[in-house]
């Protein structure tokens, strides 16, 4: 059974940081492209940033130079560092995994982020 399971979220004040973390089981984690991704109240899914099994990764605009995604292949882990932090990037927070192949991907549950002073 697939489980991808996020954890590190919380409540930040702006301007702060938080490092997230999403551990997967039953895939064979390195060969997955592993993304972020988030949904605040009221909005679509947005895409964050994303890390190929090569360590290839491409950013969103709206968090790129304050985010950071990164993977441990051999904890079967992927990161997201988030600098810098806004009332804005307030939302839940999903890992994804996806691969050629695989038709649909694979979702967390999420992780709460609240930044609020």
């Known amino acids: 059974q697939v489980q991808l399971v996020e954890s590190g979220g919380g409540l930040v004040q702006p301007g702060g940081s938080l490092r997230l973390s999403c551990a997967a089981s039953g895939i064979s984690f390195s060969i997955y492209v592993m993304a972020w991704y988030r949904q605040a109240p009221g909005k679509q899914r947005e895409f964050l940033a994303r890390i190929s099994s090569s360590g290839s990764t491409n950013y969103a605009d709206s968090v790129k130079g304050r985010f950071t995604i990164s993977r441990d292949n051999s904890k079967n882990t992927v990161y997201l560092g988030m600098n810098s932090l806004r009332p804005e990037d307030t939302a839940v927070y999903f890992c994804?995994?996806?691969?050629?192949?695989?038709?649909?991907?694979?979702w967390g549950q999420g992780t709460q982020v609240t930044v609020s002073s």
């Open positions: 994804n995994a996806a691969r050629v192949g695989v038709p649909i991907p694979y």
